[in-house]
């Protein structure tokens, strides 16, 4: 499969810092890509998506970033709240096959 | 909004017992996908579907079938259980055919436990 994987499995941050959530993805041929959450015991909610013509995509206290350059997409989250605790990951698409990371650990610290 | 239902969150079967994980979409999306979820291996595609009583293989296919035969109802399949099979099981849908650029939907999983 895809190579799509995620610098650290584990971040702590303080409630009401900001938060990033960094991903590479390895096929420069995927077009379009997603960000999870995932709570524990839960499946995995859709966040905010990005396509591979934008670099930029924000939401409600979330903005994507995307560098095709590096193949490197990172999740920003804005004044960190306890209920952001989760484990985050990413999937890119390509070919109508999406391939995951294995997720990243945000722990918020009241 | 979107909703993909697992029937059954958590399951404990005998090894060699038959098991039938049940998936429903009510968003008429062409595609629907089973994955497994071990800790540290991130999510893995059993089957997917991309059409009525269409399938095709994913990366861990052994050891799994599937059915599809209505649009929004796919079924994996267990034949003969095996502890190894033991995880969280996810199963997903999408728009839009045999293509990309769709946001893929899961359901809240289910936990099967062989012993």
């Known amino acids: 499969g895809e190579n799509v994987g995620l610098h650290l499995p584990t971040l702590s941050v303080q409630e009401g810092d900001n938060s990033i959530i960094n991903c590479a993805y390895s096929?420069?041929?995927?077009?379009?890509f997603i960000w999870y959450k995932q709570e524990s015991g839960k499946g995995p909610q859709f966040i905010i998506d990005?396509?591979?013509?934008?670099d930029k995509r924000q939401g409600q206290r979330v903005t994507v970033l995307l560098n095709k350059t590096v193949k490197h997409l990172s999740l920003q989250i804005a004044a960190t709240q306890p209920g952001d605790s989760a484990v985050y990951f990413c999937?890119?698409?390509?070919?109508?096959?999406?391939?995951f990371g294995t997720g990243t650990s945000l722990t918020v610290i009241p | 909004d979107v909703k993909v239902t697992q029937s059954s969150r958590y399951l404990v079967k005998r090894t060699g017992e038959k098991v039938f994980l049940e998936c429903v979409q009510d968003?008429?999306?062409?595609?629907m996908f089973w994955y497994r979820q071990d800790p540290g291996l991130g999510l893995r595609l059993i089957y997917f579907s991309y059409d009525v009583k269409m399938k095709e293989k994913g990366d861990i296919p052994e050891g799994y079938s599937v059915s599809r035969e209505k649009k929004e109802r796919f079924s994996l399949i267990l034949e003969s259980a095996s502890t190894n099979q033991t995880s969280m099981y996810l199963c997903?849908?999408?728009?839009?055919?045999?293509?990309?650029?769709?946001?893929?939907?899961f359901g809240e999983g289910s936990w099967l436990t062989v012993v």
């Open positions: 096929n420069s041929a995927s077009d379009y």
């Open positions: 997903a849908s999408s728009a839009g055919g045999f293509s990309s650029g769709n946001t893929i939907y």
């Open positions: 968003m008429d999306h062409e595609n």
């Open positions: 999937a890119e698409n390509s070919w109508n096959q999406f391939y």
């Open positions: 990005i396509r591979s013509n934008m």
